[in-house]
């Protein structure tokens, strides 16, 4: 069974960057698992920031960037903001689009 | 102003078969490259992709779950349905569907940019 696999939690200072990753247990992810991020805070949908690896929604705040990164997917925030103290989580997709696996979610706190 | 909502029961018992429905409108599921996917996420767990379903009728299942489950679409209704077999106390959670985009020329999927409201499915006898 495939797993992707995110950083349980991270703290960060507000006006610092922090970097978010997510590994994939198959290996190196490359833009072909289309790296999508989501931001989700309590008791609300998640809500799409980047996909495609490094693409941003129209809606999504020029501080949140994608990339990849020593064979990881990353989410990197700069400048952040108290709001952006949330839970985030990747999906990556396997087999050609066939298949999408969640990770396991980073609850980010800003203090 | 594209919209989502989930609708079903929010109680069903072991054993039972879960029905699903996902009323959407703002886009069309006839629209190549149009997909429309059901993702869960059990009280204060992380969320899980269940299945996909694109405008060309082409279907997705996570593979943990494929053989309880069934994607179906009614592109007339703009409705996308999700049953679930033989339901068990460990699939309550939260239940969305959401609006996905594969563009397979430019190389890319944009999923999940758009989200219902969410339906919250308990299990229990």
Redesign the interface.
């Known amino acids: 069974q495939t797993v992707v696999t995110q950083e349980p939690s991270l703290t960060v200072s507000p006006g610092g960057t922090v970097t978010l990753t997510c590994a994939s247990s198959t290996g190196a992810v490359t833009s072909g698992y289309y790296p999508n991020w989501f931001q989700q805070k309590p008791g609300q949908a998640p809500r799409a920031l980047i996909y495609s690896t490094s693409n941003k929604h129209s809606w999504t705040p020029a501080r949140f960037s994608g990339s990849l990164l020593g064979g990881k997917a990353a989410l990197t925030l700069s400048g952040v903001q108290p709001e952006d103290e949330a839970e985030y989580y990747c999906l990556l997709y396997y087999g050609g689009a066939q298949q999408g696996v969640f990770g396991g979610g980073t609850k980010l706190t800003v203090l | 102003q594209i919209t989502l909502k989930e609708s079903g029961p929010t109680l069903v018992k072991p054993t039972q078969t879960l029905t699903l429905t996902c009323t959407f409108s703002g886009f069309s599921l006839s629209t190549s490259g149009v997909g429309v996917?059901w993702?869960r996420q059990p009280p204060g767990k992380?969320?899980?992709?269940l299945a996909?379903i694109y405008w060309n009728d082409d279907k997705?299942?996570?593979?943990?779950l494929k053989s309880r489950l069934t994607i179906t679409k009614d592109t007339s209704k703009n409705q996308v349905v999700l049953t679930m077999t033989n339901m068990d106390p460990v699939d309550t959670a939260t239940y969305?569907c959401a609006h996905s985009y594969?563009g397979m020329q430019l190389?890319?999927?944009?999923?999940?940019?758009?989200?219902?409201?969410?339906t919250l499915v308990t299990v229990s006898s």
Do not use: F, K, N
Request: hydrophobic share 40%; proline share 4%.
């Open positions: 996917g993702i992380a969320l899980e992709w996909l997705r299942y996570s593979p943990s969305y594969l190389g890319i999927l944009r999923a999940g940019d758009y989200w219902g409201q969410g």
